[in-house]
Each structure stands twice: as structure tokens, then as C-alpha cells.
């Protein structure tokens, strides 16, 4: 078990135009700074709207989180959770990346799930939910990686 582990979730909306190109981009700065700093975590695409999941320790996903929070190609950056969590979910992924736009075999039933999942979420009265919530995003993020 890793002491300190910290996860967290946020959406955007796309700023630019988002091409294969572009989700390369993102993909690989992402592999190569969250390799060094013990990041992983999967980036999600769809329809101009991104959700990502970040886990590592508390200062790293800090970190990691004020770059992309400052990154123009994104904007209107809600953060639905950050907390203490107890295993990586993603332990072998630095930057999974899924979406219409990069990796086209991914369910688009199940991303359309993941993110209806993540604006439940965000609802004030949703709060004492959160943990299920989560833990069913998360379900859901393994199905699509397994199915891709
Ligand atoms: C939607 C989105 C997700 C991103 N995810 C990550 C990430 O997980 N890790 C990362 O280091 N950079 C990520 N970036 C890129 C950062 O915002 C930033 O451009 C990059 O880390 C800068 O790399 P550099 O410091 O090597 O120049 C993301 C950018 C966008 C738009």
C-alpha cells in the first residue's frame, strides 16, 4: 500500500479545437511529466468536453493539477473530487487517453455513462453520494480501457 495517495477528478471544456493531433499532444506531454513525477491516470474526450482522473501523491497531483488548470486549450475547469484514496486504479497507465478524437474503438455508450456519472457528482446534494459515484466512474473507466 502507498502512504499519501491522493485522487483527483475534474471536467473541461474544450478552448481549441481538438484533433488527433492535438489529443497526441496532450497525451504525450501527459505520459512523459506524469512518468516523472508518479502520476497516472486516464484522460477522457468527448464531444469538446474532457474528464480526466489524476492519482499520485498529494504535491505531485497538486502539482500536476495548478499546469493543466493554466493550459488554454481547456477552459470552464470544474473539480468534482479530490481526496485521499486507498490503491491506484490505474497503476500501469501514466496517461490513458480515450476519446472520440484520438482513440475511436472506445464505447461511446460507456463514455456517454462515465460522464453523466461525473455531473451527478457535481451536484451540491450529491455530496454523501460521492464515494459510490466515484467508485462507479471507476468501474466504468476499466470497462472502457478493457474494451478499447
Ligand atoms: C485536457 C488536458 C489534460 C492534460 N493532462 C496532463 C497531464 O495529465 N499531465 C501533464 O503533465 N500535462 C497534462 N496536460 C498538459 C499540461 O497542461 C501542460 O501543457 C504540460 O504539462 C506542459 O509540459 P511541460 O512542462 O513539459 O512544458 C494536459 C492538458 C490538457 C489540455
Given amino acids: 500500500m502507498e ?4 485522487h483527483l477528478v475534474y471536467s473541461s471544456r ?8 492535438v489529443l497526441a499532444k496532450i497525451r504525450d506531454e501527459g505520459m512523459r511529466n506524469n512518468g516523472d513525477h508518479g502520476i497516472t491516470g486516464l484522460l477522457l474526450y468527448r464531444d469538446g468536453a474532457f474528464l480526466q482522473l489524476l492519482e ?9 493539477y495548478r499546469k493543466i488548470h ?11 473530487f479530490r481526496g485521499p484514496c486507498s490503491q491506484r486504479t490505474y497503476s500501469y497507465y501514466n496517461m ?3 476519446g472520440s478524437a484520438g482513440d475511436g474503438s472506445a464505447d461511446p455508450e460507456i463514455l456517454t455513462n462515465i460522464f453523466e456519472l461525473a455531473t451527478q457528482a457535481d451536484r451540491p446534494d450529491a455530496r454523501v453520494e460521492t464515494d459510490a459515484i466515484l467508485g462507479e466512474m471507476i468501474n466504468q473507466f476499466i470497462k472502457l480501457s478493457r474494451a478499447a
Fill in 3 to 6: 502512504v499519501g495517495l491522493v
Fill in 56 to 64: 499520485g501523491t498529494h504535491d505531485a497531483v497538486e502539482q500536476t
Fill in 70 to 80: 493554466d493550459d488554454p486549450r481547456h477552459t470552464d475547469i470544474r473539480l468534482l
Fill in 14 to 21: 474544450a478552448a481549441v479545437e481538438i484533433t488527433d493531433a
Fill in 96 to 98: 490513458g487517453v480515450l
